[in-house]
């Protein structure tokens, strides 16, 4: 592990990520993301995308005209938007885009395809005042990103002008090498986090359900892809296996593994210069997919 991951342990602590009931993580994961302040050099105002409460980031300086929905991460079962301010947040001001991010429906409450249902409606609704450029997320965030895309493209919707992922969660209840290593720990993501939140997901449907599991479903004709994924997390798994499932669809991909991060290291600023070469490799992906 980095010696600058190890110094913030007692900060990760506090999120409650390993507290045993999923009540009892969103509770600790409000109060100790609600005292983080918000990005520096964007402004934020609510608003709402297909009926779902969201937030708008905007950079200082106006921003570039573009647009980025951003799906927000939490297992899909931790859903704070008003506290989970720093990856929209960054994302603005490194992208210069308009970032919305959505409050969509998490488990057990509203399992899958509630998540998908939700994102796809809110870029259906941008879409009617122009192109998106990007969709956007982290950890779970960024399995539904994928999940979204997939289902856009079923509808034969315009689909975004590429895909950024950060960790993403892609093999929910999967065995994975790292993650039946017991000597491994995840200092953000531990085993019995994913062990509650990817049954609450999946619902009634089954593990291998491509609404659920977006490695077993059709990837072909999806946007370009970024993923970026943090060398020390279980999860590192996760974004070879995406990886190499573009490629072989014909998806343009580009995959980078930080040495030593773990999950979602770019919600991190003191992590830098890691954090900030993510978010800047992302600003340059999406200049290149505007090409």
């Known amino acids: 592990m980095d010696p600058r991951v190890e110094e913030l342990l007692p900060v990760i602590e506090t999120f409650g990520f390993g507290a045993p009931t999923i009540p009892e993580i969103r509770a600790r994961f409000r109060a ?3 005292t983080f302040p918000p990005p520096v050099g964007v402004t934020i105002e609510a608003t709402t995308l297909a009926g779902r409460h ?3 980031f905007m950079p200082v300086d106006g921003g570039n005209g573009h647009r980025i929905l951003h799906l927000h991460g939490g297992a899909f079962v ?3 938007l008003d506290v989970q301010l720093t990856m929209p947040g960054l994302l603005s001001v490194a992208t210069g885009c308009e970032v919305l991010s959505l409050d969509y429906r998490v488990a057990p409450e509203h399992p899958c395809p509630a998540a998908i ?13 122009g192109p998106v450029l990007a969709v956007a997320g982290e950890s779970a965030g960024g399995s539904l990103t994928v999940l979204t895309a997939i289902a856009l493209r079923s509808r ?3 689909l975004p002008r590429a895909l950024l992922t950060f960790s993403p969660w892609m093999l929910l209840g999967q065995t994975t090498q790292r993650g039946a290593d017991e000597s491994f720990h995840d200092a953000v993501f531990p085993r019995s986090f994913a062990e509650l939140a990817a ?4 619902g009634a449907l089954t593990i291998d359900d491509p609404r659920v599991t977006p490695l077993t479903a059709e990837l072909s004709g999806l946007p370009p892809t970024l993923i970026h ?3 020390d997390e279980v999860l590192l798994e996760d974004s070879l296996h995406l990886a190499d499932r573009l490629a072989v669809s014909s998806v343009q991909v580009e995959l980078r593994v930080f040495p030593g991060m773990p999950h979602v290291f770019p919600a991190y600023p003191t992590l830098s210069p890691e954090c ?6 992302a600003a340059a992906f999406l200049t290149d997919a505007e090409r």
């Open 276 to 281: 900030d070469q993510s978010l800047a490799g």
């Open 117 to 129: 249902d939700d994102a796809v409606a809110a870029y259906e609704e941008l879409l009617r005042d």
């Open 156 to 158: 034969g919707t315009a």
């Open 78 to 80: 931790v859903g704070d």
């Open 54 to 56: 969201s937030l708008r």
């Open 199 to 202: 049954p609450a997901w999946r």
């Open 229 to 231: 994924v943090g060398g």
């Open 32 to 34: 100790t993301a609600s």
